[in-house]
């Protein structure tokens, strides 16, 4: 009767599926070997930066003890100096480093006869007082203004000679030049009102479009 019911099973010529073998655990010696490094892979390094990034303020005059308020900042501005943010490329620079440094990016500094660096004392807005920051026995170094300053600004005053606070006219000699309607010289345009105040013949306002067009 089992036969009839479930021919199926009691046939020779079944075919069973083999049994499942057991997921073979990796050795002990295969978890010790190194993975090898991918061809072409270049491990990233950090290098740290060489430069030195510094807010810094130039002040005109070898008395000034307080930080500079809005026109005070117009004023040096104006002429060149104040506040700017500045890359220093060496942050190991020594004293001479720094000066010359500071020399090239605002050149009136050169006849101040030496600089002194300051920064703000206290906290909040308005004017604060200044306090000298005294230099090491190399002088205003990198590492030194870096360990004194901190987050601080750096403000560079003058040490013997108040410097030229005459007001800095950029010129490009690349920007557009008109013709002088009296001298018929190329001019800068930012030059021309200047030029023409000198020029012989007087101003350009005395001309008419007829001049101009001759």
Not at 35 to 52: D, R, S
Not at 83 to 107: C, G, M, Q, T, W
Request: hydrophobic share 30%; charged share 25%; proline share 8%.
């Amino acid at each position: 009767m089992y036969v009839r019911a479930f021919p199926g099973l009691c046939s020779r010529n079944v075919v069973r599926p083999p049994a499942r073998r057991p997921p073979q655990q990796p050795s002990s010696s295969s978890k010790s070997k190194k993975k090898k490094p991918m061809l072409g892979y270049v491990p990233l390094t950090f290098q740290p930066l060489e430069t030195w990034t510094k807010e810094i303020c130039i002040l005109g005059r070898c008395d000034e003890d307080k930080t500079p308020d809005r026109q005070r900042l117009y004023e040096l501005s104006a002429a060149g100096l104040g506040k700017a943010k500045i890359v220093f490329p060496n942050k190991k620079a020594s004293h001479e480093e720094v000066e010359r440094f500071l020399h090239e990016k605002f050149p009136k500094l050169k006849s101040a006869g030496g600089f002194e660096v300051l920064r703000g004392s206290g906290g909040g807005g308005g004017q604060r007082s200044l306090s000298l920051l005294a230099p090491s026995r190399e002088g205003y170094s990198i590492p030194h203004l870096k360990e004194r300053l901190g987050q601080a600004i750096a403000f560079i005053r003058p040490l013997q000679v108040d410097l030229d606070e005459t007001p800095v006219t950029t010129e490009n000699a690349d920007s557009p030049k008109v013709a002088c309607v009296n001298c018929h010289l190329l001019i800068p345009m930012t030059q021309i009102r200047e030029h023409q105040e000198e020029c012989a013949g007087g101003g350009s306002s005395h001309h008419s479009a007829k001049d101009i067009a001759d």
